[in-house]
């Protein structure tokens, strides 16, 4: 499966930004998705993510709130709306796919298809 992000930029704090990202190559409905973000000096972790059929979410509590994952099953993309952005939240963010069988267990799935990264900059 292929990703491509898009949507990243500069914005100032208190703002709103919407990714979003494409996936092709094999069958949507059959992927869980989720969102990353990477900052420099730091581990990529994971923010959100949703399962096939989108009535399943997690949210890290660091983005809990404030930002929003959802998926179309019928144009094959996942956004995340991001509300209320932080100078914290400054980082490159990555879109993720998991081939799964079950719903369950979003937030501690492996997720092992990537897509590039999109730069998210919130000034103060």
């Known amino acids: 499966v292929q990703l491509q992000a898009s949507g990243g930029g500069t914005v100032q704090a208190g703002g709103s930004l919407r990714l979003s990202c494409a996936v092709s190559?094999?069958?949507?409905?059959?992927?869980?998705l989720a969102w990353y973000r990477q900052s420099p000096g730091r581990d990529r972790g994971l923010l959100t993510a949703i399962s096939r059929n989108g009535r399943h979410t997690y949210y890290s509590s660091s983005v809990r709130g404030r930002f929003t994952i959802s998926r179309d099953n019928a144009k094959n993309t996942v956004t995340l709306q991001m509300m209320n952005l932080k100078p914290q939240d400054t980082a490159v963010y990555f879109c993720?796919?998991?081939?799964?069988?079950?719903?369950?267990?979003?937030?501690?799935?492996?997720?092992?298809?990537w897509g590039q990264g999109t730069q998210v900059t919130v000034s103060s």
């Open positions: 993720a796919a998991a081939r799964v069988y079950s719903d369950q267990d979003l937030g501690i799935r492996e997720y092992d298809s």
């Open positions: 190559g094999r069958t949507f409905t059959d992927y869980a």
